[in-house]
């Protein structure tokens, strides 16, 4: 399935950084139909473990992870929503991407090696997170305000669905009124299917990257108080948030394996705290997104598919072929772990650990799959 998020943030922060080091991580387009090939769109693998342990048990000719799509997005300016900067091609973009990363700077313009100016002048991370959602906000304002206006015709014939429209549409402008997110809103089931159809901006999901440098003078380490409020801010969004040194990221991007881990621990030896940001970054947004892996694996080709969690055994053929969800019969079940302990498929299925399942099954993250069709 096609999953894209879109990288957001005021100028100077990182942003553009950061996509060139996930562009660096990125992957063959051409093993991904669905993604769109694009200067300004990065393709990356869903780091997971599990899938190189089977591919390695398959002893397999090819390897294909998961993916998510990060597009670039122009950068964000104050009064977008009204076509300032780049306004409206900025908001246009955003529109098409499952989800938003909002990328925000928590190291100070001057960290005694050199001077990075910030458009505000000084480090303020709630300032420049309510600077975009509002701009998120007004723009989100103006397609309700117009969608009320379309759908009274309907409302007064007392049309079910333009009714049911129009009761969310209200509860939306409501919220936006109190420069709140659409995504904070309370639908009931008829108003969410037709919420979801004016594809809302602050509606979709959001993670916050907070931008920091190895050696420089950081909000985390300089005032962990505030550090922690902007955290808990972001969590009251219902959003994650990770800390991510974009700069170290870009400057690893050209390494792998122990190679990039000596690289890693020599870059950051004055933060024992950091982490590998990206890989931490495509995780939480791929659990953002409520999604699942199942992999499918042989002597060919062993592959991660995409699939939203909670998906039955049909709904999840079809993200090998369309066709496989109208000619599902049955699926060959077994989990990843009990597959490669068992030493083979054999082995598995002798100990009853390979199971049929049938049309109701949901898949579970981590179940290998041979569909039967």
């Not at 759908?151 to 709140?180: D, F, P, T, Y």
């Not at 809302?200 to 962990?224: H, Q, W």
Request: charged share 30%; with cysteine.
């Amino acid at each position: 399935m096609s999953l894209s998020i879109g990288i957001v943030g005021l100028p100077n922060v990182g942003k553009s950084t950061l996509f060139n080091a996930l562009t660096k991580k990125g992957v063959p387009a051409e093993n991904y139909p669905f993604c769109t090939i694009d200067p300004s769109v990065g393709i990356v693998a869903v780091p997971d473990e599990r899938l190189h342990k089977l591919a390695e048990f398959s002893q397999t000719q090819k390897t294909i992870p998961a993916a998510i799509e990060f597009v670039d997005i122009a950068g964000l300016v104050a009064g977008a929503s009204k076509g300032e900067g780049l306004g409206n091609k900025f908001l246009a973009h955003i529109r098409e991407t499952d989800a938003i990363l909002e990328m925000v700077r928590i190291f100070a313009v001057n960290d005694g090696k050199e001077s990075i100016n910030h458009v505000y002048g000084e480090i303020d991370p709630l300032r420049d997170i309510k600077v975009i959602n509002m701009e998120l906000i007004l723009a989100d304002m103006e397609t309700v305000e117009k969608r009320i206006g379309n759908l009274q015709k309907g409302v007064r014939a007392g049309e079910k669905l333009a009714i049911a429209e129009e009761s969310a549409c209200k509860k939306i402008l409501a919220a936006l009124e109190q420069e709140k997110m659409a995504n904070t809103v309370v639908l009931i089931e008829d108003e969410a299917k037709t919420a979801k159809l004016l594809n809302l901006l602050t509606m979709k999901k959001f993670i916050y990257g907070l931008n920091k440098r190895s050696g420089g003078k950081n909000l985390d380490e300089t005032d962990a108080q505030e550090f922690k409020r902007i955290c808990n801010e972001i969590e009251s969004y219902g959003s994650e948030w990770v800390v991510i040194d974009a700069k170290i990221e870009h400057e690893l991007s050209d390494f792998e394996g122990a190679e990039r881990d000596e690289m890693r621990s020599a870059m950051t030896e004055s933060d024992s705290s950091y982490d590998d940001g990206i890989n931490e970054l495509i995780k939480k947004s791929y659990k953002l997104l409520g999604l699942a892996t199942y992999f499918t694996t042989g002597e060919k080709e062993t592959r991660a598919w995409t699939i939203l969690a909670g998906s039955t055994a049909p709904i999840a053929a079809a993200a090998i072929h369309t066709d496989f969800q109208n000619k599902f019969i049955r699926a060959e079940v077994v989990f990843w772990s009990d597959l490669l302990e068992s030493g083979s498929y054999a082995n598995a299925k002798s100990k009853g650990l390979v199971r049929t399942e049938g049309k109701e099954y949901i898949v579970k993250d981590g179940d290998v799959i041979e569909f039967k069709i």
